[in-house]
């Protein structure tokens, strides 16, 4: 039985430049275009925060990402309104203004047998209003009885996370999960690749760590051979002294020695991130910002054909942004050997709206083909 993609359509409101956005027929795999400042990493950071289920290290990572996140206030008794609201504020449309013009953040999704939904909001609370207990939370006498939070509203119920405990980074800057602290779990599996490889070598040991000496594995091997046929083994070392990064290395057949991957250069370092993130996906979503990135145009057709034929066999829906013809151009040649239902999507402003036109396998064929414009 062909196994359906988990988000067939996704809304998305009050969210950055997502004022009031909906698309409806997205496939296995989506390849998401436009120009820029229309919305395209904006929809990937959405999808983050919905699978995650509001997870506080997924939003501390995407305001990081972003330099929004501030690092430099460690002082937590230097605190008022402005610092910790506008610290959150940069999420939600219609930024910079006044913070009480800003509507709520809904992001929902339907698929498969059901939909699921989040909604965030900035508001002020009581100790009394907090429902979550678990956490003893200090806070400075500045605050009064009041102090900022974000609440999060699921199907599972509500939360509230003070903005002191996002700006104090705690406690995602050690190992534990602000997401146990409530007995949340993500309500989807998802990776996400970042646009130019900027993944931690943490990161990458823990998902290589999930597929070492595994069927997986292999399937990496076969995706980095797209640009160098040579390679027939990858493996990551380091890791036991602290002060020392994991890395990746490579067998190859013209070398008696294992290689760093990092001497192949840009392309096949991008490659070994998609590859090892999509197994790692299994059963979720990928997410790959910037598909294009250090990859050569002629090897882009046979990158998208590990990904349609890895994510079909892993159940895994993918979300790729690009502004490059060549990508879009490979991912429409590729769509057509391929079985799966697959869909581009083109974002173009009108005014303050992100408008999507969705384009499915044989309308992509004719765009193509006539020289439309979709990126």
Not at 312 to 337: C, G, P, R, Y
Request: proline share 4%; with cysteine.
């Amino acid at each position: 039985m062909k196994q359906k993609p988990s988000i067939t359509e996704l809304t998305v409101s009050g969210f950055r430049a997502l004022r009031d956005f909906s698309v409806k027929g997205l496939g296995r795999v989506n390849l998401i275009t436009g120009r820029n400042n229309t919305g395209k990493s904006s929809i990937l950071e959405a999808l983050r925060i919905l699978s995650s289920n509001a997870d506080p290290s997924v939003i501390s990572s995407i305001l990081s990402y972003r330099e929004e996140n501030v690092d430099n206030m460690a002082d937590s008794l230097r605190l008022n309104e402005a610092d910790t609201l506008l610290w959150l504020a940069s999420l939600f449309a219609g930024f910079p203004q006044s913070i009480k013009d800003f509507k709520p953040i809904q992001i929902k999704a339907k698929g498969k047998q059901h939909g699921f939904g989040l909604t965030l909001q900035l508001e002020w609370l009581t100790r009394s209003q907090t429902q979550s207990d678990q956490i003893d939370l200090k806070l400075p006498k500045l605050l009064g009885e009041n102090w900022p939070a974000l609440v999060i509203k699921s199907p599972n119920g509500t939360r509230e996370i003070s903005l002191v405990s996002f700006f104090q980074r705690f406690p995602y800057s050690s190992n534990r999960s602000y997401r146990s602290m409530f007995g949340e779990k993500p309500l989807l599996q998802c990776v996400y690749v970042s646009p130019y490889g900027g993944e931690s070598t943490a990161n990458l040991g823990a998902l290589w760590d999930n597929i070492a000496l595994s069927d997986s594995e292999k399937e990496v091997v076969h995706a980095l051979q797209i640009i160098d046929p040579s390679i027939f083994a990858v493996s990551m070392v380091g890791g036991n002294d602290p002060r020392r990064s994991r890395a990746a290395i490579v067998r190859s057949k013209n070398y008696q020695r294992p290689l760093p991957l990092r001497s192949y250069g840009d392309g096949l370092n991008r490659l070994f991130s998609i590859a090892l993130s999509l197994v790692n996906a299994k059963d979720g979503l990928l997410l790959i910002d910037e598909f294009e990135n250090g990859m050569h145009h002629t090897v882009q057709p046979d990158v998208w054909r590990a990904i349609f034929r890895l994510a079909k066999n892993l159940n895994v829906q993918v979300f790729a942004t690009s502004h490059s013809w060549d990508a879009i151009e490979a991912f429409q040649k590729t769509a057509a050997e391929t079985t799966e239902d697959v869909a581009l999507v083109r974002l173009s402003r009108k005014g303050d709206a992100v408008i999507p036109t969705l384009f499915k396998k044989d309308e992509l064929a004719v765009a193509t083909r006539d020289g439309i414009e979709v990126r």
